[in-house]
């Protein structure tokens, strides 16, 4: 079955623990990208990549990193994580950036 | 960029066709319509989207306005699976110059039985 999976589903953690949510699709999609959704504010693009070892911030990537070593897999990282990274993660997938894009299911965080 | 504006929210009754609108008067010529739906608790999934000609699908059809500056996503038969966030996105085909879907607030649907 065509998925974007990510995890973990749901994460609690503390001010400064670095952390990794991953993302993996299995439809051979040169583009992926990562989002964030906060109430009131829509989703808004963390970072994309275009391709493997091409990666590009999009609105709000102060906080977070990525990278795109292999086509399947585009992990985001967060350093040391704050209380305003609080939110709600999508990573979307299409087979170019032009194309039709597929969601994970989310991964819910908490940073406290 | 081209921005979409949507209704907050809509509601319509179960078995009936639902009518959601999107203006983006600042459109170019070569944007694509998209509409996405939101589910409670899942991601983003695609509905359709169109150029200039009306599009139908299996889950819904486009209707686009002859000078572009305004959609519709019809849904013929609303069930209460059809309860969402519907978001119109306009996406430039050169996607060297933009790199994102822009979400806007999107219009909450309410299907009541």
């Known amino acids: 079955e065509a998925q974007v999976t990510q995890n973990p589903r749901y994460l609690i953690t503390v001010t400064g623990k670095k952390l990794t949510v991953t993302c993996s699709q299995n439809?051979?999609?040169?583009?992926m990208s990562w989002y964030r959704q906060d109430p009131g504010l829509g989703l808004r693009q963390i970072y994309y990549?275009?391709?493997?070892?091409?990666?590009d911030k999009g609105d709000v990537p102060e906080g977070y990193k990525v990278s795109r070593k292999e086509k399947r897999n585009f992990p985001l990282i967060l350093e040391s994580p704050s209380p305003n990274q609080t939110s709600l993660y999508f990573c979307?997938?299409?087979?170019?950036?032009?194309?039709?894009?597929?969601f994970g299911a989310g991964t819910r965080l908490s940073v406290l | 960029d081209a921005k979409t504006t949507q209704p907050n929210s809509m509601e319509s009754n179960e078995e009936e066709p639902v009518h959601l609108p999107c203006n983006h008067s600042?459109?170019?010529?070569?944007?694509?319509i998209h509409w996405y739906r939101q589910l409670p608790s899942q991601g983003p999934e695609y509905v359709i989207h169109?150029?200039?000609s009306n599009v139908n699908n299996r889950m819904a059809s486009l209707a686009i306005a002859e000078d572009r500056k305004s959609s519709t996503l019809i849904l013929h038969r609303a069930t209460l699976r059809d309860a969402a966030v519907y978001y119109c996105?306009?996406?430039?085909?050169?996607?060297?110059?933009?790199?994102?879907?822009?979400f806007g607030s999107g219009t909450q649907l309410t299907v009541l039985p």
């Open positions: 979307a997938s299409s087979l170019t950036g032009r194309n039709i894009q597929y």
């Open positions: 439809m051979n999609h040169e583009y």
């Open positions: 990549s275009m391709n493997v070892e091409v990666t």
């Open positions: 600042t459109i170019s010529g070569t944007d694509y």
């Open positions: 169109g150029l200039t």
């Open positions: 996105i306009l996406r430039p085909p050169d996607w060297g110059s933009a790199r994102q879907l822009t």
